[in-house]
């Protein structure tokens, strides 16, 4: 994309930076966007229609609708916001992005299914227990039959077959 998001949890809002080389404000912050009270990462959607954020202190996902980030019209606010897991805080696409695997203080995964088009539609589909706290990384393969996440305590890397009835990361 042309843009790069990056939270700021101390003002409680997401920059919007313009990435355009071509554009007259290439490398400024277009927008200081409410994130909730304590946005600690970002993701943007697969249809690239809604930027995401992990709002630690509100234990939820804040959804923005990225139209509104091009209207030009004051300050975007949050379009929804889904409760999802105890202190979220990573947050990751799958690759055919249509879900957000969200990860905080729980010892479980909230997996979002982000495919309808209206944000306050969405919902956790389902958790995955992990057993371990403070993930650091989630990745799924291209596939999306395994998810392998890190921790820094006991400094693991975790696997889970996500086709499971209950899987285990």
Same mark, same amino acid.
């Given at each position: 994309g042309k843009r790069l998001y990056v939270c700021?949890?101390?003002e409680r809002t997401v920059a919007v930076v313009d990435t355009d080389p071509m554009s007259g404000t290439y490398h400024e912050v277009l927008h200081r966007v409410d994130a909730g009270q304590s946005p600690r990462d970002v993701q943007?959607?697969?249809n690239g229609r809604c930027l995401c954020a992990a709002d630690n202190r509100a234990n939820a996902l804040a959804v923005i609708d990225t139209a509104d980030l091009d209207?030009?019209?004051?300050? +975007?606010q949050p379009a929804a916001s889904l409760v999802v897991c105890r202190d979220p805080w990573l947050l990751t696409l799958s690759p055919g992005g249509d879900r957000i695997y969200v990860t905080g203080g729980d010892d479980e995964v909230a997996v979002v299914d982000c495919r309808d088009a209206d +944000?306050?539609?969405?919902?956790?589909e389902r958790r995955l227990p992990i057993p371990g706290k403070n993930p650091q990384e989630l990745v799924i393969t291209p596939d999306q039959s395994r998810a392998y996440m890190s921790f820094t305590r006991p400094g693991a890397i975790l696997a889970a077959r996500l086709e499971a009835p209950h899987p285990v990361i």
């Open positions: 700021l949890e101390i943007v959607t697969g209207s030009g019209e004051g300050s +975007p +944000p306050g539609q969405w919902t956790v």
